[in-house]
């Protein structure tokens, strides 16, 4: 594919439940980012990952939050026991994995906690 | 603790007009810093990307300019087109660190 895809593009549960959020980043493309767009709020980070491994997680807000990346390619966002302050797009971006690269981001999820 | 901040937080221009959007961050020992837009509804989209080596890059009608030591950059936005109507974001990568911190934005409205 030719950028970043994230599914499902909406996403509506209720109060309580998990949900699981998909990226797949641009092939080739080491390093992956989650970050989420509030209401209201501006853009904040989440984790990042390089290969497999995730360096920083210091982004995420509780520990009902959790990532994984495998293959080097596909990284699932999963939130467990959703509140409604979980309400967000959450956004994915990939890099070819240095600092100095330009990140690019999917169209992202719209999750609303009910 | 890196802060970045944009002014103004929005405002609305008639086509044709040529606009400076602000934006500011606290800690000058940045690897680069980009520009987005962002659409309702939709993700961002990357303008600009300069590095805190570069002085200034272009890109049609944008020009972004970045003085690291004052930590400043602007967006430039030469005869806009009501096209143009959107958020716009900068964010800037620190030192030690791989993750854009965010602007809170200027949400542009261009009118015909």
């Known amino acids: 594919g030719a950028g970043v895809s994230q599914s499902p593009s909406n996403k509506v549960t209720e109060k309580g439940k998990d949900v699981e959020l998909r990226c797949d980043p641009i092939s080739g493309h080491t390093a992956l980012y989650w970050y989420r767009q509030s209401l209201g709020q501006g853009l904040e980070f989440l984790i990042y990952f390089q290969g497999n491994s995730a360096p920083d997680k210091s982004g995420l807000p509780s520990d009902r939050f959790s990532a994984e990346r495998t293959g080097g390619s596909v990284s699932t966002l999963t939130i467990q026991r959703t509140q409604q302050e979980d309400s967000a797009v959450y956004l994915c971006?990939?890099?070819?994995?240095?600092?100095?690269?330009?990140?690019?981001f999917g169209p992202g999820t719209r999750l609303t906690v009910t | 603790k890196q802060e970045v901040t944009q002014i103004p937080a929005a405002l609305s221009v008639p086509e044709g007009e040529n606009l400076v959007l602000n934006c500011s961050f606290t800690d000058s020992a940045i690897y680069n810093l980009q520009w987005f837009r962002q659409d309702p509804g939709k993700g961002l989209t990357s303008l600009l990307l300069?590095?805190?080596?570069?002085r200034e890059q272009t890109s049609g009608r944008l020009n972004a300019s970045l003085d690291k030591s004052s930590g400043r950059s602007t967006l430039y936005i030469a005869a806009s087109q009501p096209g143009d109507s959107a958020t716009y974001l900068c964010a800037v990568i620190s030192y030690n660190t791989d993750k854009l911190i965010f602007g809170t934005g200027t949400r542009l409205q261009v009118f015909p």
């Open positions: 971006a990939s890099s070819s994995g240095l600092a100095l690269d330009e990140q690019y």
């Open positions: 300069i590095q805190s080596s570069q």
